[in-house]
């Protein structure tokens, strides 16, 4: 899966944003890494910073594109300096050297997870399929997390393996260039949504 920061907001960015924040405001930020700062982790991150060199957090969007597949918003914080500066001190997985940020001033940390908020860029059931296993998959992690509170069993591995199983064939299939009316990945000969498109539609509907 190769997402990235988009280089220019498009049609379906603007609708995106529209969908998280509206009337949000994109900024394009230079990441500017703070010593000790872990990939990801951007709360914690923005955390330690504010103990170090005051300043505040600023909740928001982080955008991602996946080029021709999906766009993708995931909750995110920056640091605002005493000055008033938004910074972005978390490292990239992918060393991205900017990100675009979407301010969302309804929103605050409050330690529970967040899912991302994903828009198809083209009508296709494998990338419809992708999306909704990765909603899926999220909403299994959330009951889990739910649960270990509870002294339960904390991640439910017999729903989250066919859903992780899912995602991955589906994301495999999606960076090969595979289209719905495609030979499945899976080697039968049939099109995608006659074969595992079908079985996908019944989990996830369609
Ligand atoms: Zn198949």
Redesign the pocket.
Known sequence: MKTTTPPRITRHIQQLIEKVVPGGDPVYLTVQPEAGAVVNECFPNVEAKIARASGRMLCGWQIWEWPHVMVEAEFHAVWVSPEGQLVEITPKPHGEATILFVPDARRTYTGTAVDNVRLPVRDDLLVRHFIKASEAIVQVMNRGERASQYGQVSVPVHEIEPLMMAQSFLGHSISSGLRDHDP???G?G?K?KR??GRSFDLVFGQ
């Open positions: 499945c990945l899976c039968s049939g995608y074969c595992h």
